[in-house]
Every structure is written in C-alpha cells, then in structure tokens.
C-alpha cells in the first residue's frame, strides 16, 4: 500500500484526468472565473422568488460594517421595530456603539474571572488554551444581548455615533487582546505564587482601568444621560427631556424581553432533544443569567418562527397578537449567492464540478468542524403555503446588517431548505412554546465545554 504521493501516482491521475472530455472544459471554466459562479445552479437562482404572503419590514437594514457585531445588530433592529412605533416615525437607528463598549468591558471582567478560576490548570489545557484564543472578540448571543440591554439599557444612535473603531474593531480587538493576555500570564503567575484573593482582585481591577481607557479611546465615553427629543412621521416636535440609557430602554423597549427563550437544533446524538444547555465559559456580564438553550427538533424551530411572525388573529374571546420579527443565528457562508442575496441548500453543485459525493449530514458537520453558527440576523417575513398537515413555510425574507447595496436593498430571501441545513437557534417568546417545552426550560441544563460549537457565534470577530 503506498503512504506517500509517488510520481506513479501523479501520473495515473493526470492521465485519467486528460481521458475525460469534460475535464479540460471544466478547468477552462473555474481557472478563468470564481468557482461558485461555474458550480451555481443558474436555474435554481432564477427560480427563487422574493414575494411572501407575510412581511414585517417597512424600515431600511443597517450596516455593521467590518466588525462580528452581527449578533447586537439583529438585537437592535428587533428592538426598533416597537420603538419607532411608539416615537412615531418610520426610521429609527439605535445606538450600536453604545452596547459594543459595554459588552466589551463586561466581556473582559467574564474573561479575566475565567482565567482566574482556572489559574490552577496547565496554559497547554484544553479550555485555558481556548479561553486565551479568544480574550474579547465581537461575537455574542441573544442572551449576552438581554444581559447587555437590561443592565445598561440603550440609546439613540445620536446620543453615541459610531467612531472608526466600532464600524472597524480588528485593531481595537488586536490591542485589547494583547493586554488582556498579558492579564493573563500575571494573574496565572501570582495566584501560583499564593496571591489571596484580595490581591488577585485588585490586579484584575487594574487590568480593567486599562480595558476602560483604551474603549473611551476608541469608541467615546458612554452618556449617563442624554436630552431625547424628536419630530415623529407627522413633523409633530416632542421632547423627554433627560433621560437615562435605562430610562430610555424601560420608556421604548416594546416587547418583554425577559420572556425570550433560546431555542436551537443540535442534531447531534450527544444532545437530546427536550434538554437544556449550556456552554462552559460562555457569557459576558458576570452576575447575568446564564446562556442556557433548549433543544429542539428542526419542525418545531421552523413553526414557531413561522407563528411568530405570522401573529394570530383575534378570535371570539381570544385577543389578536401582530406578528414580530424572529432573531436567529445560522451558519452564514454555505450555497450563498450574495450578490442578488440568495440562500439555498442546492445553490452550488459542488459535487458534480468536483466529480465529489458529499453526504455528511448537519450532526457530522458539527462533529467535524465543518459547521458552526457564524452570523445572527432578523427574519421579517415568511411565505406560508397550506399543506396537507396543516401551513407550512417555503421560504423566508431576512434582514441582514451587510449594508443595502446587495439583495434586496439589504433583504435577502432564504429558502426553507437552507433554514433546515444551516439554521441553528432562534429566540422567541416563551409562551409560545407548547406546554411540554415550557416545562423542559425548568431543567438544569447540561453543560457543554467552552469549544462545543453551539458557542461558536460568541467567538466571532
């Protein structure tokens, strides 16, 4: 048996490859365009349409730039929606600058509070070693947003623009890191040099004086209080006067976001469905709830995004519930056509460019690194069609935060087959949720070790 690449070999291949017709046509082909125009399935993108029997959006999509803010982008468009009803107006931009610094600070307290209660493990262990990876990337979850919002409330974008370092965090990221590092080796060295806990205490605080200039440095100084006032669509002049960021946040935050569960779908055999997890080291206020997630089967993930931007109407005795967008997070990059914004589980024919036969379902690719959750946006519409066992969805229209000159001025349309191939979690109410799942979130969740990939979209950068 050979264990190694022989001129034999090479030769072989190359002459099997020169034997087939096709081969050199391809080759024209993929050397002289990019390789997912040639693999695109033209016809199948033709035939995607944008049209859906229930849209939310009125508004127009944001742009986070070159940062992992994805997460907080979504949080915040869902947020808007309400607020902007309630101030009267069509458009409505909240501050994203604001929570970047906050989650910035809180993430390197979590951070530095993880170094130390591992100060005892070797620097080559597997979660020391994944913890100094990645001391404070972008990246977040619904409920690291929840945690954000209920402690430092929110802001107008006007009350803190946004600055060079938040539309661009790669240097911010790279100096913080690198202070946070050297954090790191400090608090390690003197926790194993017996330094009680008053000591470590006040090493981490100064680290943190240090983590708090350089984020004024970059991203300004939050306001406490800021003066709010505003025309609504009418050109009706109002003012608030002086509020707080938790002032505003109680005044026009619209939904009750503590009643928002995380639910994902973890095909894996390792994780049942009906049991709660968590991720070991996953968060970023410390003292907030913990990021706990319930797992579900795919079916069920899809209806109750589905419902929820659907609503329901008011029957007799029954009260009507408009719909609402749905945040959620995916794997964002597979059969994506982001020119015209298109997402299809069969949008590129790899296999038949490459002569390949791909058969690794959702749980392999989890098991072997070839998926995670990378993105988080907003769904703002569905289009629902009747079935036999009742509606069902066939596609979906997201609101992504890439800006509006791709898509559909920043809407892209998502087909059903991809949600259930790369579609990972979903933040809904929980009284949404049938009898049985509501009892299931009462459980003590399982935990997951800080690399589980179902904590992947905190480590975005």
Same mark, same amino acid.
């Given at each position: 048996?050979?264990?190694?690449?022989?001129?034999?070999?090479?030769?072989?291949?190359?002459?099997?490859?020169?034997?087939?017709?096709?081969?050199?046509?391809?080759?024209?082909?993929?050397?002289?365009?990019?390789?997912?125009?040639?693999?695109?399935?033209?016809?199948?993108?033709?035939?995607?349409?944008?049209?859906?029997?229930? #849209? @939310?959006?009125?508004?127009? !999509? =944001?742009?986070?730039? *070159?940062?992992? +803010?994805?997460?907080?982008? /979504?949080?915040?468009?869902?947020?808007?929606?309400?607020?902007?009803?309630?101030?009267?107006?069509?458009?409505?931009?909240?501050?994203?600058?604001?929570?970047?610094?906050?989650?910035?600070?809180?993430?390197?307290?979590?951070?530095?509070?993880?170094?130390?209660?591992?100060?005892?493990?070797?620097?080559?262990?597997?979660?020391?070693?994944?913890?100094?990876?990645?001391?404070?990337?972008?990246?977040?979850?619904?409920?690291?947003?929840?945690?954000?919002?209920?402690?430092?409330?929110?802001?107008?974008?006007?009350?803190?623009?946004?600055?060079?370092?938040?539309?661009?965090?790669? #240097? @911010?990221?790279?100096?913080? !890191? =690198?202070?946070?590092? *050297?954090?790191? +080796?400090?608090?390690?060295? /003197?926790?194993?040099?017996?330094?009680?806990?008053?000591?470590?205490?006040?090493?981490?605080?100064?680290?943190?004086?240090?983590?708090?200039?350089?984020?004024?440095?970059?991203?300004?100084?939050?306001?406490?209080?800021?003066?709010?006032?505003?025309?609504?669509?009418?050109?009706?002049?109002?003012?608030?006067?002086?509020?707080?960021?938790?002032?505003?946040?109680?005044?026009?935050?619209?939904?009750?976001?503590?009643?928002?569960?995380?639910?994902?779908?973890?095909?894996?055999?390792?994780?049942?469905?009906?049991?709660?997890?968590?991720?070991?080291?996953?968060?970023?206020?410390?003292?907030?709830?913990?990021?706990?997630?319930?797992?579900?089967?795919?079916?069920?993930?899809?209806?109750?995004?589905?419902?929820?931007?659907?609503?329901?109407?008011?029957?007799?005795?029954?009260?009507?519930?408009?719909?609402?967008?749905?945040?959620?997070?995916?794997?964002?990059?597979?059969?994506?056509?982001?020119?015209?914004?298109?997402?299809?589980?069969?949008?590129?024919?790899?296999?038949?460019?490459?002569?390949?036969?791909?058969?690794?379902?959702?749980?392999?690719?989890?098991?072997?690194?070839?998926?995670?959750?990378?993105?988080?946006?907003?769904?703002?519409?569905?289009?629902?069609?009747?079935?036999?066992?009742?509606?069902?969805?066939?596609?979906?229209?997201?609101?992504?935060?890439?800006?509006?000159?791709?898509?559909?001025?920043?809407?892209?349309?998502?087909?059903?087959?991809?949600?259930?191939?790369?579609?990972?979690?979903?933040?809904?109410?929980?009284?949404?949720?049938?009898?049985?799942?509501?009892?299931?979130?009462?459980?003590?969740?399982?935990?997951?070790?800080?690399?589980?990939?179902?904590?992947?979209?905190?480590?975005?950068?």
């Amino acid at each position: 048996m050979e264990r190694e690449i022989t001129p034999d070999l090479v030769e072989r291949l190359t002459m099997e490859l020169d034997a087939d017709p096709r081969h050199r046509l391809l080759q024209n082909a993929v050397t002289r365009n990019q390789v997912d125009q040639v693999a695109l399935d033209h016809q199948l993108a033709r035939s995607i349409d944008r049209t859906m029997s229930h #849209q @939310l959006d009125d508004w127009a !999509a =944001t742009n986070q730039k *070159q940062t992992g +803010r994805c997460w907080m982008f /979504a949080g915040l468009n869902l947020l808007r929606v309400g607020a902007a009803r309630r101030l009267g107006v069509k458009e409505l931009e909240l501050s994203q600058s604001y929570p970047l610094f906050w989650d910035k600070l809180e993430k390197a307290n979590h951070w530095l509070e993880s170094v130390l209660a591992t100060a005892d493990r070797d620097v080559d262990d597997r979660t020391v070693a994944h913890l100094l990876s990645a001391p404070t990337e972008d990246g977040g979850q619904w409920n690291m947003f929840l945690a954000l919002v209920a402690k430092h409330g929110l802001v107008p974008q006007s009350a803190m623009p946004e600055t060079v370092s938040s539309s661009s965090t790669r #240097q @911010l990221n790279r100096d913080l !890191a =690198t202070v946070l590092r *050297q954090a790191a +080796r400090d608090l390690r060295g /003197a926790a194993a040099d017996g330094a009680d806990a008053a000591a470590l205490a006040q090493a981490k605080a100064d680290v943190l004086e240090v983590v708090h200039r350089m984020l004024c440095l970059h991203l300004g100084t939050p306001p406490t209080s800021f003066t709010w006032q505003w025309r609504d669509s009418d050109k009706t002049f109002h003012r608030d006067g002086e509020l707080t960021p938790q002032e505003f946040a109680r005044r026009y935050v619209t939904v009750p976001l503590e009643e928002y569960v995380c639910l994902v779908h973890d095909p894996r055999a390792s994780s049942p469905y009906g049991r709660t997890f968590t991720v070991e080291h996953l968060g970023n206020v410390v003292g907030a709830p913990p990021v706990v997630y319930l797992n579900v089967e795919m079916d069920v993930l899809k209806r109750l995004a589905m419902e929820a931007i659907v609503g329901r109407d008011g029957g007799e005795g029954d009260q009507a519930e408009p719909g609402e967008p749905v945040w959620f997070g995916c794997d964002v990059e597979p059969m994506r056509e982001a020119e015209n914004g298109y997402w299809d589980a069969a949008l590129f024919d790899y296999d038949a460019l490459y002569g390949s036969t791909t058969t690794m379902t959702k749980a392999d690719r989890l098991h072997h690194h070839a998926t995670a959750m990378t993105h988080a946006m907003l769904l703002t519409g569905v289009d629902v069609v009747d079935g036999p066992d009742g509606p069902t969805a066939r596609r979906w229209r997201v609101e992504n935060s890439w800006g509006t000159d791709k898509a559909d001025k920043g809407f892209w349309t998502m087909n059903d087959s991809w949600f259930g191939e790369y579609v990972f979690e979903i933040a809904v109410r929980r009284d949404a949720l049938p009898a049985d799942l509501r009892a299931a979130l009462d459980q003590e969740p399982l935990v997951l070790p800080a690399w589980d990939p179902m904590g992947a979209l905190a480590r975005q950068g």
